[in-house]
């Protein structure tokens, strides 16, 4: 069975221009999560959604970071304008019910941003 | 926020030395978890642990919930090259139960 999917893997991009990651949590997974991890640290969540809900995005920036998850499957997560210190690793996990299930991870995109 | 303290920071041993580290909370938390991650990949679970005082076995780890809802440890037995990497604590506290609150990791490195 397929694991957490996303893409790019890396993206190298200048200051105040947007960039887009995508996720495919495993099949039947209805519980999305999209976390940040900038070096050294670990993981913190941005959003959670639970099939197309979003549920928690209170960690969200939301006057520069957006996120969607049509139909309750893929999901994408959006920075317009980018900044300097959004460089970071961006995490996407799955669980198949709610939060108290075990999450399943995928390798994550690092993002630079010069 | 909730928030959890992981030491050491980072730990070089011998292959085949015994390997503890631990995470601390000022509040209590409802489950707590061990992950792995290696580098340029996502964190994988290692133990679960969903009860104040249990002690959970996978292989050659050993983690335990402590009595007191605070604490956790993880001890890995006769180190091998291949558990290099950063492991994680993380836990659901008792204010947001729906929020997985991470460490800061410890990175392990062991030498042949």
């Known amino acids: 069975e397929a694991g957490v999917v996303q893409s790019p893997r890396y993206k190298i991009i200048e200051k105040k221009q947007p960039v887009a990651f995508w996720c495919n949590p495993i099949?039947?997974?209805?519980?999305l999560y999209w976390y940040l991890q900038n070096l050294g640290q670990g993981p913190e969540l941005l959003i959670r959604?639970?099939?197309?809900?979003?549920?928690?995005d209170s960690q969200l920036p939301k006057d520069r970071f957006s996120a969607e998850r049509l139909k309750g499957v893929d999901s994408t997560l959006k920075i317009q304008p980018a900044e300097l210190g959004d460089s970071a690793v961006y995490l996407c996990a799955s669980s198949l019910l709610g939060p108290s299930d075990e999450q399943f991870f995928g390798p994550g995109t690092r993002l630079t941003v010069l | 926020g909730q928030q959890l303290n992981q030491s050491p920071q980072s730990m070089f041993i011998q292959e085949g030395e015994d390997v503890s580290m631990n995470c601390t909370s000022s509040?209590?938390?409802?489950?707590w978890l061990w992950y792995k991650q290696d580098p340029g990949e996502g964190p994988v679970l290692l133990i679960a642990?969903?009860?104040?005082?249990e002690l959970t076995s996978n292989g050659r780890l050993t983690a335990q919930f402590g009595i007191t809802r605070k604490d956790s440890f993880l001890n890995i037995s006769a180190s091998i090259p291949s558990d290099v990497g950063i492991y994680f604590c993380a836990g659901h506290g008792s204010s947001n139960t729906g929020k997985l609150i991470f460490g800061q990791g410890t990175t392990l490195q062991v030498k042949p």
């Open positions: 959604y639970e099939n197309e809900e979003a549920v928690d």
């Open positions: 099949s039947g997974h209805n519980t």
């Open positions: 509040s209590i938390f409802n489950t």
């Open positions: 642990l969903y009860k104040a005082g």
